[in-house]
C-alpha cells in the first residue's frame, strides 16, 4: 500500500484551493492510502497537526484526520522520518535541497509532490494524481 505523507502549511492550510477540494483530497487518501502527517507541527513527539487544521476544515474531518493519521517524528530532516522501504508519495510546498539529495541517494525524487501553495486548482491536481497513480497500480 502507498504512504502519504503530508505536510500542513502551504499544503491543506494557507493553500489557494477551496475547502471543499482540500477535503477532497483528504478524503480520497483516508480511504485509500495509509497517511502519515510530516510537518512541523509533527514532531518531537508532539502531534499537533489537527488542531493547525480546525477552523479550516470542517470538524467532522479535522477528527477523523486525528483519528487515522498517523504521526512521524524527526529533527531535522523530514526524511527523517519517511519509510524508503514502502512506496510513498509526500505532498509538501517547500523543496529542501538536502531532503531532495537523500531523495535523490534511494532513487526516490520521483515520490515528492511539489505543491504550488497559490495555484487555487492544487488539492484538484494533487487528487487526480492520486487517482491515476493509485488506478495503475491496480
Given at each position: 500500500?502507498?504512504?502519504?505523507?503530508?505536510?500542513?502549511?502551504?499544503?491543506?492550510?494557507?493553500?489557494?484551493?477551496?475547502?471543499?477540494?482540500?477535503?477532497?483530497?483528504?478524503?480520497?487518501?483516508?480511504?485509500?492510502?495509509?497517511?502519515?502527517?510530516?510537518?512541523?507541527?509533527?514532531?518531537?513527539?508532539?502531534?499537533?497537526?489537527p488542531r493547525a487544521l480546525e477552523g479550516i476544515l470542517?470538524?467532522?474531518?479535522?477528527?477523523?484526520?486525528?483519528?487515522?493519521?498517523?504521526?512521524?517524528?524527526w529533527s531535522t530532516l523530514k526524511t527523517e522520518a519517511?519509510?524508503?522501504?514502502?512506496?510513498?508519495?509526500?505532498?509538501?510546498?517547500?523543496?529542501?535541497?538536502?531532503?531532495?539529495?537523500?531523495?535523490?541517494?534511494?532513487?526516490?525524487?520521483?515520490?515528492?509532490?511539489?505543491?504550488?501553495?497559490?495555484?487555487?486548482?492544487?488539492?484538484?491536481?494533487?487528487?487526480?494524481?492520486?487517482?491515476?497513480?493509485?488506478?495503475?497500480?491496480?
Open positions: 500500500m502507498l504512504n502519504i505523507y503530508l505536510d500542513v502549511d502551504g499544503v491543506l492550510r494557507g493553500c489557494a484551493s477551496p475547502k471543499e477540494d482540500i477535503e477532497a483530497f483528504l478524503c480520497y487518501c483516508l480511504d485509500n492510502f495509509s497517511v502519515y502527517w510530516l510537518t512541523s507541527h509533527c514532531k518531537g513527539g508532539v502531534n499537533y497537526a470542517s470538524d467532522d474531518l479535522v477528527k477523523e484526520l486525528a483519528e487515522k493519521v498517523q504521526p512521524t517524528d519517511i519509510d524508503f522501504d514502502e512506496p510513498f508519495v509526500w505532498f509538501d510546498d517547500y523543496e529542501g535541497s538536502y531532503e531532495i539529495e537523500r531523495l535523490k541517494e534511494h532513487n526516490l525524487e520521483d515520490s515528492f509532490y511539489l505543491v504550488d501553495r497559490n495555484d487555487p486548482n492544487a488539492a484538484k491536481e494533487m487528487l487526480q494524481y492520486l487517482e491515476e497513480r493509485n488506478h495503475e497500480s491496480k
